[in-house]
């Protein structure tokens, strides 16, 4: 079955830039998008269509694409932000979705 | 305001049979996509399918294909995720969430069912 791949873990210090990566084969053809998941909460949506930010979430929140990798990119790191955070793309047919495993930002 | 609104934490045995459910509100049930996700104990998001509630199409990750039916009534904005034998490792929580007109992420989500099944 498909499979998106992210790192375990990213630390960045208050203030810097942080940057999530997500790999997987089919995301030059299907959309991807990002949540965040604090202990305890359900997940956010912060980022959907590959790029697009929902209305509330910070604009320090963006993300790219290049090929097989998406990334999200957090500028301006706040304590507020260290959460888990998953991408979620379809497979190449787009019949299904799935989700990364899954990256533990540290904010140092 | 768009709520979904999940019923409450469950203990059962393995064996048993399970039907948790998902309320919508605040939006037009039938023309929104509603999906399930699981989380295990410390662990990951799970996407485990989806369904449409105005015509009960329904699309299962293969990894769920079998083991859950996820089906909808319409006429009480409900989606529900159910299972006919449950088993010690479907402890979770579970989530529903609704996916806003052409997208497939979701966009609200519901606050979760803890699902625990111990003998």
């Known amino acids: 079955s498909y499979e998106l791949t992210q790192p375990p873990s990213v630390s960045v210090s208050p203030g810097q830039t942080a940057r999530i990566t997500c790999s997987g084969d089919a995301l030059p053809k299907q959309y991807a998008y990002w949540y965040q998941q604090k202990p305890g909460q359900a997940p956010v949506l912060v980022i959907y269509?590959?790029?697009e930010r929902p209305s509330g979430i910070p604009e320090r929140f963006s993300a790219s694409s290049s090929g097989t990798k998406v990334t999200l990119t957090i500028s301006g790191v706040q304590a507020e932000d260290e959460a888990d955070y998953y991408c979620?793309?379809?497979?190449?047919?787009?019949?299904?979705?799935?989700f990364g495993g899954g990256t533990k930002l540290t904010v140092l | 305001e768009v709520q979904l609104v999940q019923s409450g934490a469950e203990v059962k045995k393995p064996g048993e049979s399970l039907k948790i459910s998902c309320k919508g509100s605040?939006?037009?049930?039938?023309?929104?996509?509603i999906g399930w996700v699981r989380q295990m104990p410390g662990k990951g998001l799970e996407w485990m399918g989806i369904i449409y509630p105005g015509d009960s199409d329904t699309r299962y990750s293969p990894s769920f294909q079998g083991q859950v039916t996820i089906s909808a009534d319409k006429s009480i904005s409900t989606a529900y995720l159910q299972w006919s034998s449950l088993k010690a490792s479907d402890t979770a929580m579970y989530y529903c969430?609704?996916?806003?007109?052409?997208?497939?992420?979701?966009?609200?989500w519901g606050q979760g069912t803890l699902v625990t099944v111990s003998s």
């Open positions: 605040g939006y037009n049930f039938t023309s929104n996509w």
């Open positions: 969430a609704r996916l806003p007109p052409d997208t497939y992420s979701f966009d609200y």
């Open positions: 269509k590959d790029t």
């Open positions: 979620q793309s379809a497979d190449s047919t787009g019949t299904y979705e799935v």
